[in-house]
């Protein structure tokens, strides 16, 4: 069965530094898709960045970059530099590969907590 | 920047109403989505449309859920006979295609009383 774990509930960093937030995941299928979202205290949920499995380099998004370990199904997210406006809940999710629409397995999130 | 509209973004509603959630996906996109978050937990999938019918649905989704794209740009959620544990953020979501990000509505916050 296809599952995304974050196993880190909070996590605090200073401004200005990076963080790393953690997304382990499971599928037998060679193709997958994986996602960041970030959803802020006021609840929407904004994508953030998105790996492929078959991509050969990590991606990158501005200040977001994804650490993605093919062999240890890992797609940690790496924030750069951050901000206070980073405080927020973020999930990794996954495309279900065995849904035909393409429907989004979800982690349980993690709550970062920038402090000035 | 096209983006997914939900109205309303707070719906108040006692138990054993119907709720209509509406959302407007982004125009060329052709697969939407419904999923639902309670309180402080993950993000579920509930439903998705493509080709003006259900695709595909999960356990959640029972016979008081239905979804509806009565035009050419509205995008439906209605609940029959709302339950406490309906209470939840309902989200919208669409893609271009099957395998393009899903990018999702700001999310209707229901509240069952």
């Known amino acids: 069965a296809q599952k995304i774990t974050q196993t880190q509930p909070g996590m605090f960093v200073q401004e200005k530094e990076a963080v790393t937030l953690d997304c382990t995941y499971d599928?037998?299928?060679?193709?997958?898709?994986l996602f960041w979202y970030k959803q802020p205290s006021s609840g929407e949920m904004i994508f953030l960045i998105y790996?492929?499995?078959?991509?050969?380099q990590n991606a990158t998004e501005g200040r977001y970059s994804l650490n993605f370990q093919k062999a240890r199904k890992s797609a940690n997210l790496v924030i750069s530099a951050s901000q206070l406006g980073d405080s927020a809940m973020y999930f990794c999710?996954?495309?279900?590969?065995?849904?035909?629409?393409?429907?989004?397995?979800f982690g349980q999130g993690t709550t970062l907590q920038v402090k000035p | 920047e096209p983006e997914v509209t939900q109205t309303p973004s707070h719906q108040v509603t006692q138990m054993g109403q119907e709720v209509i959630l509406r959302c407007v996906p982004i125009?060329?996109?052709?697969?939407f989505y419904w999923y639902r978050q309670i309180l402080g937990q993950k993000v579920e999938f509930l439903v998705s449309?493509?080709?003006?019918?259900?695709?595909?649905k999960s356990e959640i989704f029972d016979d008081q859920f239905s979804v509806e794209r009565p035009d050419g740009s509205n995008f439906t959620l209605k609940i029959r006979s709302t339950k406490l544990e309906d209470s939840a953020m309902y989200f919208c979501?669409?893609?271009?295609?099957?395998?393009?990000?899903?990018?999702f509505g700001a999310g209707t916050r229901l509240s069952v009383l």
């Open positions: 979501a669409s893609s271009e295609v099957r395998e393009n990000i899903q990018y």
């Open positions: 599928t037998s299928d060679p193709s997958y898709g």
């Open positions: 790996q492929g499995s078959y991509d050969q």
């Open positions: 999710a996954m495309r279900d590969q065995t849904s035909n629409t393409g429907k989004l397995i």
């Open positions: 125009s060329n996109h052709l697969y």
């Open positions: 449309f493509y080709n003006n019918e259900i695709s595909e």
